[in-house]
């Protein structure tokens, strides 16, 4: 059933079963270029789209999130919905946000099996994910799965990581770079502001690796899956606003020292910082004046922000 808005735009397809026998698993390179030619479908790059062709790896996913028929998923770019498919059976509930509103005709065919999908037809980035994990979770904690489209893969990470209470894990296949910026920590190159983000709100675990044969079309690059376990608490103690503020200012200017950065590039409702004030913390840390952000751990941080705000 489609559900349309007052001023007639969709809004959302709540599937309903039409068939007593499970449809084939979209999962495989037969079955996929089936439906994409039956439904005349090209991926676009606009919404960085490629298909997976392996259900071992949506397998291995469902797996290491948990997923029972308790749970209520979201997924995020469910494309043909291979990975939709197999969510329906585990899970209890599944609902789907996705901006492509010309795979609706596609959805209701691979999906016609499945009666507990919902499809919000929009960008996830401006939904309202508090109130999508009221409506259809009564307020508890969804979990994620998806294979999030690359091109926008941090800030959708970061606006799931930030609604706290709404997601108790996020299971998602990432491009293989940003897996390693994710579990990198001081000192190394691929350190920065996302690894801090991401540490500060969950556990991050690798749960498989995934070629870039594993997609049709072929993307240029691999992929990892990754488990995101939310903490209850964060690991540290810090106002999380000054927190991040502090480290974004670090790392937009990494080349500079620690106390140039940020005495320099942070302007956090309206306070400024002189390159003393920073330099007198970071020796009363044991820390050097010329050292850079990309040396401190995300509790050197904290403390950071705890001093600098006293």
Known sequence: MTEYNNDNTLSRTTLTAQRTVPCAVLAAPAATRAVLERHGIHARKRYGQNFLIDASVIERSIEAAGITEEDCVLEIGPGIGSMTQLLSRAAGRVVCVEIDTSLEPVLIDTLSDCDNVTILWQDVLKTDLRAVCEEFNDGRPMKVVANLPYYVTTPIL?????????????????????????????????????????????????????????????????????????????????????????????????????????????????????????????????????????????????????????
């Open 158 to 310: 970061m606006e799931l990581l930030s609604r706290k209470g709404c997601f108790s894990s996020i299971t998602v296949m990432v491009q293989k770079e940003v897996a390693d910026r994710i579990r990198s920590g001081p000192g190394s190159k691929e350190y920065g502001a996302l690894s801090l983000a991401v540490q500060y709100y969950a556990e991050p675990e690798i749960v498989t690796e995934v070629s870039a044969r594993a997609f049709l079309p072929r993307p240029n690059v691999d992929s990892t899956v990754l488990c995101l376990r939310a903490y209850d608490v964060p690991p540290v103690e810090a106002d999380e606003g000054w927190l991040f503020a502090l480290i974004r200012a670090a790392f937009n200017q990494r080349r500079k020292t620690l106390a140039n950065a940020l005495s320099h590039g942070l302007n956090y409702q309206g306070l400024r910082l002189t390159r003393e004030q920073i330099t007198e913390v970071l020796g009363a840390m044991g820390l050097s004046e010329t050292v850079r952000g990309e040396a401190l751990s995300l509790e050197q941080f904290a403390e950071l922000s705890r001093r600098l705000a006293m």
